[in-house]
């Protein structure tokens, strides 16, 4: 099952409590199918869906709210494999209305009705029915979508303002012959999740989430001692290289006492970090230390470099 449908299947399992929520999420399911019109002025809300456990929903919320004769009917799926749900609902003039598909006026409705977004259970119950018959959400590991298609302009402003007015915000893209309104962000999306109910699913979400930052830390930590390990081997090639040519050339008896220390060490612990070669000194030296030794090294060697190619012998090359 994917992580969309594992998401809807625990959003069908819960149930708004008061009637004002029930037609809010009634209203969000249909909203996301469509309305046919008969020829005697009867109507019938049709709804759509893939998801058996969706279609069963919705057919519950009609029954709740008085709606006679459903009819769930099912065929294959022409996009592919499975089978695809249509519930037919008849309603009346006034359950329009009262899902908002109508106003007052017998018109179809562009906005949201108040009595559909004014208290809080019943927006969370909209969006709700909304994102089932509609949204998807990516899975965290494939990264963070969460969209729902809508059929019109003016529902996908209504819905964003509904999601503002919560503290998220949503971006709206044209697609083909509808509207998205989506979300990218981790955090908006977990805030959605938590929004309409999906709690369990939130919990899934957030943990892959965290561990896939865990992940992607240490991944970053071992990439980073990784090159600094291979910067350090450099380093110590260079400076076995260095060591080489003046003892080859002016002798190490030439070096004062600290430079002929380093050289030893250097020379003996190849694969040591300049901290590890300030412990091994007499007395004891920091990393700075250690690093300025080497560096006068190097400049001596890079001056006994000059001096041979000028020369015309080139041994260490």
């Known amino acids: 099952m994917s992580f969309s449908s594992q998401t809807k299947e625990e959003l069908a399992r819960v149930w708004p409590p008061h009637a004002c929520c029930q037609r809010g999420e009634l209203a969000g399911l249909v909203r996301g199918g469509s309305l046919e019109l008969h020829g005697r002025g ?7 869906t893939e998801h ?24 294959r799926n022409p996009r592919g494999e499975g089978r695809v749900y249509q519930l037919h609902l008849p309603v009346t003039a006034k359950m329009l209305v009262e899902l908002g598909i109508i106003d007052e006026d017998g018109r179809i409705a562009n906005t949201l009705p108040e009595h559909l977004t004014e208290r809080g259970c019943a927006r969370r119950a909209f969006l709700r029915g909304l994102f089932l ?3 998807s959400v990516n899975h965290p590991l494939r990264g963070h979508h969460l969209e729902m298609r809508l059929q019109n302009e003016s529902l996908a402003d209504a819905v964003s303002q509904l999601l503002f ?3 998220i915000a949503a ?3 044209a697609r083909r012959q509808s509207l998205l309104v989506y979300l990218k962000d981790a955090d908006s999306i977990a805030d959605f999740l938590n929004l309409i109910g999906a709690h369990q699913t939130l919990l899934e979400y957030e943990n ?8 992607g830390r240490t991944n970053r930590l071992v990439n980073a001692d990784q090159a600094n390990l291979q910067k350090s081997v450099n380093a110590s090639f260079r400076q076995l290289k260095d060591l080489r040519l003046i003892q080859e050339t002016v002798g ?3 070096l004062g006492p600290g430079l002929r220390e380093i050289t030893r060490l250097r020379m003996t612990h190849p694969e040591a970090s300049l901290a590890e070669l300030g412990e091994l000194c007499h007395p ?3 990393k700075s230390g250690v690093n300025h030794r080497l560096r006068k090294l190097a400049a001596l060697a890079a001056r006994l470099r000059s001096a041979q190619e000028k020369k015309g012998d080139f041994p260490n090359k």
């Open 42 to 48: 009867e109507a019938a809300l049709l709804l759509t």
């Open 52 to 75: 058996l456990f969706v279609a069963r929903k919705a057919l519950h919320l009609g029954k709740s709210l008085g709606i006679q004769r459903p009819a769930l009917t099912q065929r």
């Open 133 to 135: 018959a509609s949204g």
């Open 165 to 167: 007015a919560a503290g």
């Open 171 to 173: 971006r709206l893209a």
């Open 208 to 215: 892959t989430r965290v561990l896939k930052e865990v992940k």
């Open 252 to 254: 190490l008896a030439s």
């Open 284 to 286: 004891p030296l920091g």
